[in-house]
Protein backbone atom coordinates (compact mmCIF):
# COMPACT_ATOMS: atom_id res chain seq x y z
CA UNK A 1 0.00 0.00 0.00
CA UNK A 2 0.84 3.42 -1.14
CA UNK A 3 0.04 6.18 1.32
CA UNK A 4 0.84 10.23 0.19
CA UNK A 5 0.22 12.86 2.19
CA UNK A 6 -2.44 15.33 1.25
CA UNK A 7 -2.42 18.74 -0.30
CA UNK A 8 -4.62 19.95 2.78
CA UNK A 9 -2.68 18.74 5.99
CA UNK A 10 -4.20 19.17 9.34
CA UNK A 11 -2.40 20.74 12.38
CA UNK A 12 -1.72 18.56 14.94
CA UNK A 13 -0.61 21.80 17.11
CA UNK A 14 -2.68 22.24 20.40
CA UNK A 15 -4.48 25.88 21.03
CA UNK A 16 -3.00 27.55 23.97
CA UNK A 17 -5.83 27.35 26.52
CA UNK A 18 -4.82 29.69 29.10
CA UNK A 19 -5.29 33.19 27.54
CA UNK A 20 -1.98 35.47 27.99
CA UNK A 21 -4.23 38.34 29.42
CA UNK A 22 -7.28 37.14 31.25
CA UNK A 23 -10.80 38.66 30.59
CA UNK A 24 -11.87 41.84 32.34
CA UNK A 25 -15.51 41.64 34.73
CA UNK A 26 -17.38 44.25 33.20
CA UNK A 27 -20.45 43.57 35.65
CA UNK A 28 -20.89 41.79 38.59
CA UNK A 29 -24.06 40.05 39.02
CA UNK A 30 -25.39 38.25 42.90
CA UNK A 31 -25.94 34.95 41.77
CA UNK A 32 -28.07 34.47 45.03
CA UNK A 33 -30.88 36.22 43.75
CA UNK A 34 -33.43 34.58 41.42
CA UNK A 35 -33.94 37.39 38.96
CA UNK A 36 -29.76 38.05 38.24
CA UNK A 37 -29.47 34.13 38.06
CA UNK A 38 -31.98 34.23 35.49
CA UNK A 39 -30.96 36.67 33.46
CA UNK A 40 -27.00 35.57 33.35
CA UNK A 41 -28.36 32.37 31.99
CA UNK A 42 -30.61 33.94 29.33
CA UNK A 43 -27.33 35.80 28.14
CA UNK A 44 -25.43 32.79 28.30
CA UNK A 45 -27.58 31.33 25.71
CA UNK A 46 -28.55 34.31 23.55
CA UNK A 47 -24.72 34.34 22.99
CA UNK A 48 -23.62 31.30 22.56
CA UNK A 49 -24.48 27.68 21.44
CA UNK A 50 -24.30 26.37 17.79
CA UNK A 51 -26.92 29.42 16.81
CA UNK A 52 -26.52 32.27 19.24
CA UNK A 53 -28.78 34.77 18.44
CA UNK A 54 -26.07 38.01 19.91
CA UNK A 55 -22.89 38.64 19.52
CA UNK A 56 -21.76 40.64 22.40
CA UNK A 57 -19.68 43.38 22.05
CA UNK A 58 -19.67 44.78 25.95
CA UNK A 59 -21.24 45.24 29.12
CA UNK A 60 -21.89 47.54 31.69
CA UNK A 61 -24.52 47.46 35.06
CA UNK A 62 -26.32 50.28 36.27
CA UNK A 63 -28.44 49.94 39.68
CA UNK A 64 -30.85 47.24 38.76
CA UNK A 65 -29.77 46.78 34.83
CA UNK A 66 -27.44 45.52 32.86
CA UNK A 67 -26.62 47.17 29.66
CA UNK A 68 -24.87 44.77 27.13
CA UNK A 69 -24.03 46.25 23.14
CA UNK A 70 -25.36 43.72 20.58
CA UNK A 71 -25.34 42.36 16.95
CA UNK A 72 -28.44 40.69 15.99
CA UNK A 73 -27.34 37.19 14.11
CA UNK A 74 -31.05 35.74 13.50
CA UNK A 75 -32.72 38.06 12.33
CA UNK A 76 -33.11 40.03 8.77
CA UNK A 77 -33.13 43.94 10.27
CA UNK A 78 -32.11 46.91 9.03
CA UNK A 79 -30.04 47.67 12.17
CA UNK A 80 -28.34 45.28 13.34
CA UNK A 81 -26.66 46.58 16.29
CA UNK A 82 -28.51 47.42 19.66
CA UNK A 83 -28.42 48.48 22.85
CA UNK A 84 -29.89 45.89 24.98
CA UNK A 85 -30.90 47.03 28.88
CA UNK A 86 -31.98 43.70 30.38
CA UNK A 87 -34.03 44.38 33.95
CA UNK A 88 -31.68 42.41 37.11
CA UNK A 89 -34.81 43.19 39.58
CA UNK A 90 -37.74 41.23 37.39
CA UNK A 91 -37.92 39.74 34.10
CA UNK A 92 -37.53 41.80 31.30
CA UNK A 93 -35.83 43.53 28.55
CA UNK A 94 -35.66 46.56 26.02
CA UNK A 95 -33.38 47.68 23.45
CA UNK A 96 -32.57 50.54 21.16
CA UNK A 97 -31.32 50.21 17.77
CA UNK A 98 -28.54 51.90 16.25
CA UNK A 99 -26.40 51.37 12.53
CA UNK A 100 -22.98 50.67 13.37
CA UNK A 101 -21.17 48.80 16.57
CA UNK A 102 -19.42 51.87 16.80
CA UNK A 103 -22.40 53.62 17.43
CA UNK A 104 -23.66 51.19 19.96
CA UNK A 105 -20.45 50.95 21.86
CA UNK A 106 -20.62 54.55 21.94
CA UNK A 107 -23.99 54.23 23.41
CA UNK A 108 -22.58 52.15 26.30
CA UNK A 109 -19.95 54.12 26.93
CA UNK A 110 -22.49 57.33 26.90
CA UNK A 111 -24.15 55.31 30.21
CA UNK A 112 -20.75 54.73 31.77
CA UNK A 113 -19.67 58.10 31.87
CA UNK A 114 -23.32 59.02 33.26
CA UNK A 115 -22.80 57.09 36.01
CA UNK A 116 -19.43 58.38 37.04
CA UNK A 117 -20.79 61.68 37.09
CA UNK A 118 -24.10 60.37 39.12
CA UNK A 119 -22.47 58.10 41.34
CA UNK A 120 -22.52 59.11 44.83
CA UNK A 121 -19.23 57.77 47.03
CA UNK A 122 -21.32 55.24 49.09
CA UNK A 123 -22.80 53.98 45.56
CA UNK A 124 -20.85 50.73 44.67
CA UNK A 125 -19.14 51.53 41.33
CA UNK A 126 -18.30 49.49 38.22
CA UNK A 127 -15.93 46.39 39.47
CA UNK A 128 -13.28 45.43 36.98
CA UNK A 129 -10.62 42.31 37.77
CA UNK A 130 -9.78 39.28 36.92
CA UNK A 131 -12.84 36.74 35.58
CA UNK A 132 -12.54 33.39 37.21
Do not use: I
Not at 38 to 64: E, I, K, N, V, Y
Amino acid sequence: MCFTRSATSVSRRRRNLSPSSPAKVAAVLDLDKPTERDTQDFLRRACSGRWPMWRLFGMRRHDQSLYVAVEWLRMKRAERYSLVELALDQMALRWRDYPTVAAARAALAALDSKQRQTSTPAAPALVEGVAP
